[in-house]
Nanobody
Framework: AQVVESGGDLVQPGGSLRLSCAASVSPFDVYAIGWFRQAPEKEREVVSC???????TYRDFAKGRFTISRDNAEKKAYLEMVSLKPEDTAVYYC???????????????GGQGTQVTVSS
């Protein structure tokens, strides 16, 4: 899939960011969209996923702080992040899949990711 992630930035601890994912898969509305992150020297991990019918899943570290959403008309998905912590620093990626899964390898990636750095 062709996806383009954007919205990453350098923010202070406690700050907020909204990441965007533009996906060229068609039809967009039948795909699940996942957000992932990869910190230096660590494996890529699932952050959150939204299914084609709008059901959402979150990893424990994201619950209560991150919100995933999608706009099928715009073919975009978003990840709203608040109360950011230094340990959230990573490159964030989005991926597509037939349905949500806990397995990173199940998703199709195609973007360069967007860097999120949380530091004072």
């Amino acid at each position: 899939a062709q996806v383009v992630e954007s919205g990453g930035d350098l923010v202070q601890p406690g700050g907020s960011l909204r990441l965007s994912c533009a996906a060229s898969v068609s039809p967009f509305d039948v795909y699940a969209i996942g957000w992932f992150r990869q910190a230096p020297e660590k494996e890529r991990e699932v952050v959150s996923c939204i299914s084609s019918d709008g059901r959402t899943t979150y990893r424990d570290f994201a619950k209560g702080r991150f919100t995933i959403s999608r706009d099928n008309a715009e073919k975009k998905a978003y990840l709203e992040m608040v109360s950011l912590k230094p340990e959230d620093t990573a490159v964030y990626y989005c991926g597509t899949a037939p349905h949500c899964s806990d397995y990173v390898a199940f998703f199709d990636f195609g973007g360069q990711g967007t860097q999120v750095t949380v530091s004072s």
